[in-house]
RNA sequence: GGCGACAUAGCCAAGUGGUAAGGCAGAGGUCUGCAAAAUCUCGAUCUCCAGUUCAAAUCUGGAUGUCGCCU
């Protein structure tokens, strides 16, 4: 009984959208309807030094229903998106055999698409290979590389611009190391990989109604304590490049510390990025073929999406089993 | 009231006779292990009118507006 989840697909619950839209209260909502317990897919969220500048759920609010994934890694680790579906299926397995729904919840568009849709096998790459990539691409120029793509896996490097350099280096870091090229691995996403499946519910948002929304909240962060929050963390981990920084809000408010640049303009450009993310969060998911949308005044059709989904699901479970 | 300067996209701004750089903001995309990342595409005929010229954002005159100084 144990292994049954393996041969039929993780149902789950996603639940997704901009940063500032309102997931999480409206996540709280559905796990009290659905008896439901809350797994982060926010790639920032994860980070344990950044609780208020991530926007990571209160503490009175992941007390009052199991919150999982939350405040974790330290600000010097990273964690990619492979690693963070392995995590993941890991709970939403917990979290089944507590007979508890599973709620995906955050704002990371590539982790529910590695979560739904699954994700090459890649092994690890040693980052060894990466840094001779990118030193190559800084002396010969990144044209160099993506010619050398070109060779050995035309059909990938037509799918990507000449200047994309992060996906560049890592087709040709992937090749090095495994022999097979990006396009190859590509055909195997899926196989051998625990399936999740289930609606992805995502919030609709305005950017105009949403800016106000947004500067109101990070006044609200400031006063909870998110300069202080920055300065612990910067004690902790001073190296500005450690993933952890590279985060909005956490980055200009270290700008901002280490005397870079003035508190008001650390601000407004806290805002603007804020905004600018939350806009490419908008164009990812409007791209996803089985997005559901939903305003937030629409957040009880939402609701009652989640709980016929969840019937639905459970239905064909029970039918594969 | 007088004198002077300026007037180029939402903002900043280059361009001094040959048919409008760039930055920011904004809009729309891409996305298979860095994704709060990386990356691509898109905008004006130069305040208005008249004139000089083969040709004017660029020269001349006038109008309007803004700023500064003066009384």
New binding site residues.
Partial sequence: MSNCYTQTPLPVICLAGP?GAGKTSLALRLAQILNGEIINT????VYRDFPI???QPSPEEQASFPHHLYGFLDTNK??????WR?MAVEKIRDVLKREHVPLLVG?????F?ALLH?????P??DPKL?AELEERADQEGIQKLYHKLQEVDPAYAA???P?????I??ALEVLAQTGDT?TT??TR?GLSMPKCQGPLLVLKVD?EWLLPRLAHRITIMLNQGAIEEAQAAFKKCPLATA?GW????SMELLAYLQGRLELSLCLDLWL??????A???N??F??RKEAQFFAMQDAETLVQCAQKAWETLQNNIYVDI
């Fill in positions: 940063t926010d790639s920032r969220q500048i991530s926007a990273k964690i990619s998106a492979g690693e392995a704002g990371t568009g590539m982790y698409e699954g994700i090459a096998p890649i690890p790459i990466r799918k990507i611009h200047h994309d350099r992060q996906r280096v890592r990006f691995w590509h996403t950017l993933p590279t985060a909005i809000g603007k990025n804020t905004r600018a993310y806009k490419r969060q164009t990812w409007r791209g």
